[in-house]
């Protein structure tokens, strides 16, 4: 079993039981039906829009889905803000500290990515389309924190490194405005204008973490396991060097030509009707 600093001496994380495998497995089930509750509830909504009345099946299923995404960014934002700017305890050790919230946070990220992983794939399988880069993401995202999970520890990289969800809740408003035809408004160039910044900012989060890892590397490679080192530090330098470039010029160059490049053939299907 593993250090905890502040959940294994707080009272109230003994009498809960959070690090209790039943308890885990409580919050994980809880966090992946509300995401699929939030995902139905999406639908009951915003089938009273004429917009999403006339979306194609599949674009549907990306409205409901990026809603959902939404709402787990904003949970990410708060959560890692909190570490951040309120809570310094996950600081004092990038490899044991753990708070009786992190441990909460962690077993609804591994919650909210297995439902994310349900539905990709299910959608790859029904829709026949594959994104390589969103299916590393969603599975190296899932190894990752049910491995932190499992050991109980790096609660400091798992807690900060969701903070590059920042980015999720504005990429998921610019396809929805784009949908709704209201691409060449102010209001969806200053949603992108803040979109191409937070994936800069996402850069910079993703340098921070490096730099926190050379600054504790002997705490690290003692004490971190060695499945968590190999998929923390791939993850980290695939988002760093592949992930996060490649969205940012995306969405850089979505900023100066509004398109919907989820959906390309539906972008060839109006290029061809204005023909």
């Not at 995401?35 to 639908?43: E, I, K, Q």
């Not at 992983?117 to 026949?128: D, E, G, K, L, P």
């Amino acid at each position: 079993m593993s250090y905890n600093m502040s959940a294994k001496a707080d009272p109230l994380a003994q009498l809960i039981g959070i690090t209790a495998i039943p308890s885990k497995a409580t919050v994980i089930s809880y966090s992946v039906m509300v995401s699929f509750a939030v995902f139905g509830l999406s639908y009951l909504v915003s089938f009273h829009f004429s917009t999403y009345r006339s979306l194609k099946t599949k674009e549907k299923v990306f409205w409901c889905l990026a809603f959902a995404r939404a709402i787990f960014g904003v949970f990410c934002i708060f959560t890692s803000c909190w570490y951040i700017f309120v809570d310094p305890t996950l600081f004092e050790d990038v490899v044991l500290a753990s708070t009786l919230s992190s441990h909460f946070i962690v077993d609804v990220v591994v919650g909210f990515f297995m439902f994310e992983c349900i539905a990709f794939f299910s959608s790859c399988i029904v829709f026949r389309e594959f994104d390589m880069a969103l299916a590393a993401h969603h599975l190296l995202s899932l190894l990752g924190y049910s491995l932190v999970v499992y050991s109980e520890k790096t609660h400091f990289f798992s807690t900060l490194s969701i903070l590059d969800e920042m980015a999720t809740p504005f990429s998921c408003l610019c396809w929805m405005l784009i949908k709704a035809k209201m691409a060449d408004t102010y209001v969806w160039k200053i949603n992108q204008i803040i979109l191409v910044h937070l994936f800069h900012c996402r850069t910079l989060l993703e340098g921070y973490l490096f730099l926190w890892s050379y600054r504790q590397w002997d705490n690290i490679t003692t004490n971190m396991p060695w499945p968590s080192f190999v998929v923390l530090y791939l993850f980290l330098t695939l988002q760093l060097l592949v992930l996060t470039p490649y969205w940012t010029y995306k969405k850089t160059k979505q900023l100066f030509k509004s398109e919907d490049w989820n959906h390309p053939e539906k972008k060839s299907e109006e290029h061809a009707k204005k023909n």
